[in-house]
């Protein structure tokens, strides 16, 4: 990833004392600012506008990424992508890991910009979804087709956690509605599929 500013450094410092491995690039830009402001049961989130990365800077995150991903790793692109990362430059990041071997999952906002890279993995909300297919999904079954088609276009798996607390998971052969035990968020889910694929947990242990 890419960090700017004294706050990248310490970031990167950090991550450094903590033991965990960490191939930040050092951006020119400071980092946007982020609050979250708690009134009780009410949350307000105010974030600023991030900072555009770098053509350099981006080319030196693919180098690194590609010099450490091997045949058999998981790589995971979340959350909002930098305006440089064009979806025509992301579907060829997608494509070069994939023909390497290594698992490659998306859970990126907003989805339908992403729609030419095909992961071996998707993760995305119904909106999400929606989005992909231009038009507005009610209920599951709505929901499955378009999985369905999305993985016939070339998507291995497709993950929607739904807000009702059921997430539905899907791959060519079978579509599985599960009720999670308890609310994910989409990067700790995300993050439990990886490990999961990773360790060749079969697709029904992991749902």
Same mark, same amino acid.
């Given at each position: 990833?890419?960090?700017?500013?004294?706050?990248?450094?310490?970031?990167?410092?950090?991550?450094? %004392?903590?033991? %965990?491995? +960490?191939? %930040?690039?050092?951006?020119?830009?400071?980092?946007? $600012? +982020?609050?979250?402001?708690? #009134?009780?049961?009410?949350? $307000?989130?105010?974030? !600023?506008?991030?900072?555009?990365? $770098?053509?350099?800077? &981006?080319?030196?995150?693919?180098?690194? /990424?590609?010099?450490?991903? =091997?045949?058999?790793?998981?790589?995971?692109?979340?959350?909002? &992508?930098?305006?440089?990362?064009?979806?025509?430059?992301?579907?060829?990041?997608?494509?070069?890991?994939?023909?390497?071997?290594?698992?490659?999952?998306? +859970?990126?906002?907003?989805?339908?910009?992403?729609?030419?890279? =095909?992961?071996?993995? &998707?993760?995305?909300?119904?909106?999400?979804?929606?989005? &992909?297919?231009?038009?507005?999904?009610?209920?599951?079954?709505?929901? *499955?087709? @378009?999985? =369905?088609?999305?993985? @016939?276009?070339?998507? #291995?798996?497709? /993950?929607?956690?739904?807000?009702?607390?059921?997430?539905?998971?899907?791959?060519?052969? !079978?579509? %599985?509605?599960?009720?999670?035990?308890?609310?994910?968020?989409?990067?700790?889910?995300?993050?439990?599929? *990886?490990?999961?694929?990773?360790?060749?947990?079969?697709? =029904?242990?992991?749902?």
């Amino acid at each position: 990833g890419i960090v700017g500013g004294a706050e990248g450094e310490y970031i990167r410092d950090r991550l450094a %004392l903590m033991g %965990l491995p +960490n191939a %930040l690039v050092l951006g020119r830009a400071q980092p946007p $600012t +982020n609050l979250c402001l708690a #009134d009780g049961d009410r949350w $307000t989130h105010i974030r !600023e506008a991030a900072a555009a990365a $770098t053509d350099q800077e &981006l080319l030196e995150v693919w180098q690194k /990424v590609s010099d450490l991903a =091997k045949p058999g790793d998981s790589v995971l692109l979340a959350g909002e &992508l930098p305006p440089a990362m064009t979806p025509e430059l992301l579907a060829q990041w997608v494509g070069q890991l994939r023909r390497e071997g290594v698992l490659v999952a998306l +859970n990126l906002e907003p989805a339908q910009r992403y729609a030419a890279a =095909k992961p071996s993995l &998707l993760i995305t909300g119904p909106a999400g979804m929606s989005a &992909l297919c231009g038009a507005r999904l009610d209920g599951q079954e709505a929901l *499955l087709g @378009a999985a =369905k088609r999305t993985v @016939a276009e070339g998507v #291995d798996r497709v /993950v929607i956690p739904m807000e009702d607390g059921w997430v539905l998971f899907v791959r060519a052969d !079978e579509g %599985l509605l599960v009720s999670a035990l308890r609310p994910l968020a989409s990067a700790t889910m995300t993050a439990r599929i *990886l490990a999961g694929l990773d360790a060749g947990e079969d697709w =029904k242990t992991l749902a």
